[in-house]
Nanobody
Framework: QVQLVESGGGLVQPGGSLRLTCAASGFTFSNRAMKWYRQAPGKERELVAIIGSAGGSTNYTPSVKGRFTISRDNIKNTVYLQMNSLKPEDTAVYYC?????????WGKGTLVTVSS
């Protein structure tokens, strides 16, 4: 079965960096676009970044452009989100997502807290 396991969250000061990791299994990873979403307290889940199956195509929500970088390793079946210049408004639970055989799959998320 499809499994997505996020890690790498934590507490970081404003201006700091974190790298999130999503380990994927149970589907043909190299054939699928992968996405990172986030959900802040009291807010709806929003799409943060998406990467194409080969890794050559990426897109970001405007609020993170120039600060976040999504990447993938199709040998390790892993997708990453490098987050730099973090701001308090980046505080959220971050989720990995894939659509496989017309179904949406989510990990359990990893909490990122940006605070001094």
């Amino acid at each position: 079965q499809v499994q997505l396991v996020e890690s790498g969250g934590g507490l970081v000061q404003p201006g700091g960096s974190l790298r999130l990791t999503c380990a994927a299994s149970g589907f043909t990873f190299s054939n699928r676009a992968m996405k990172w979403y986030r959900q802040a307290p009291g807010k709806e889940r929003e799409l943060v970044a998406i990467i194409g199956s080969a890794g050559g195509s990426t897109n970001y929500t405007p609020s993170v452009k120039g600060r976040f970088t999504i990447s993938r390793d199709n040998i390790k079946n892993t997708v990453y989100l490098q987050m730099n210049s973090l701001k308090p408004e980046d505080t959220a639970v971050y989720y990995c997502n894939v659509i496989w055989l017309a179904s949406d799959y989510w990990g359990k998320g990893t909490l990122v807290t940006v605070s001094s």
